[in-house]
């Protein structure tokens, strides 16, 4: 490129300087609408095939966009001139408060996460009934999973005196458990299943029946 300058008018040179990091600048940005389309595209055949739910797209989205968003920026910013030292500290400053916004959200961020492996792992799924040990002999929550979000797992409570109560565990929370699980179709013992209403305060116990009469 040097060789070629000297051998063209000031002005074309001149008009150089601009138009090629303009350029590089709009290569970069097709590049990287490119890349992100490609990787859109790639995470929902992946999801198609291994059946996440849409509620896990959007943050993968997200993730990897700003990614792809703040990795243009740098390097169009280093093509206007920056200088790679003031790219590094602000790139060192940034990480330093996302690592600090990380540890404060850890209890969310570990829900997501867990939901994550909910979804790829599949220990259980919505339908299936299970049930949460602190040991494989001390009873726990048991219920039917009806859903499955980023942060809680919803159980149908089994136990509990009136049908419908629902059961909120975080999912951060299921994976320090035992779970033991029915699948979808398979019933329940009958030892676990619902128990009966306790008498309301108060009422009076049912009288005994009359002994029947018995004669010498």
Same mark, same amino acid.
Request: some cysteine.
């Given at each position: 490129?040097?060789?070629?300058q000297t051998?063209?008018?000031? %002005?074309?040179?001149? %008009?150089?300087?601009v138009?090629?990091p303009l350029?590089?600048?709009?290569l ?6 490119l ?5 859109k595209?790639?995470i929902?055949?992946?999801?198609d ?6 509620e896990l797209?959007?943050p993968?989205?997200t993730?990897?966009?700003?990614l ?9 910013l ?8 003031v #790219?590094?500290?602000?790139?060192t400053g940034?990480a330093?408060v996302?690592?600090v916004?990380f540890?404060?959200? %850890?209890?969310?961020?570990?829900? #997501?996460?867990?939901a994550f492996l909910i ?6 799924r919505v339908?299936?009934h299970i049930e949460? #040990?602190d040991?494989?002999?001390?009873p ?16 149908e409570?089994a136990?509990?005196?009136v049908?419908g109560?629902?059961?909120?565990i975080p999912n951060?929370l ?5 779970v033991?699980?029915?699948?979808a179709?398979?019933? #329940? ?6 128990h ?6 108060g009422?009076?116990?049912p ?9 010498p």
């Amino acid at each position: 490129m040097k060789t070629l300058q000297t051998h063209l008018p000031a %002005w074309v040179t001149d %008009w150089l300087d601009v138009v090629v990091p303009l350029l590089q600048m709009v290569l970069i940005i097709v590049v990287a609408w490119l890349l992100h389309r490609l990787l859109k595209r790639l995470i929902v055949r992946a999801s198609d095939h291994y059946q996440f739910p849409h509620e896990l797209l959007m943050p993968i989205h997200t993730v990897v966009r700003w990614l792809i968003i703040i990795s243009a920026l740098l390097l169009v910013l280093e093509r206007l001139g920056v200088s790679a030292s003031v #790219l590094w500290t602000a790139f060192t400053g940034f990480a330093t408060v996302g690592a600090v916004a990380f540890f404060a959200a %850890w209890s969310v961020l570990s829900n #997501l996460f867990c939901a994550f492996l909910i979804f790829t792992v599949g220990p259980f799924r919505v339908g299936d009934h299970i049930e949460l #040990l602190d040991t494989a002999e001390k009873p726990g929550a048991l219920g039917k999973v009806v859903d499955i979000n980023l942060l809680y797992t919803t159980l149908e409570d089994a136990t509990a005196p009136v049908p419908g109560t629902l059961l909120q565990i975080p999912n951060a929370l299921i994976f320090q458990r035992v779970v033991r699980r029915w699948r979808a179709g398979t019933e #329940l013992p009958p030892e676990k299943l619902q128990h009966p209403a306790p008498p309301a305060p108060g009422a009076s116990e049912p009288a005994p029946a009359p002994k029947s009469a018995t004669f010498p």
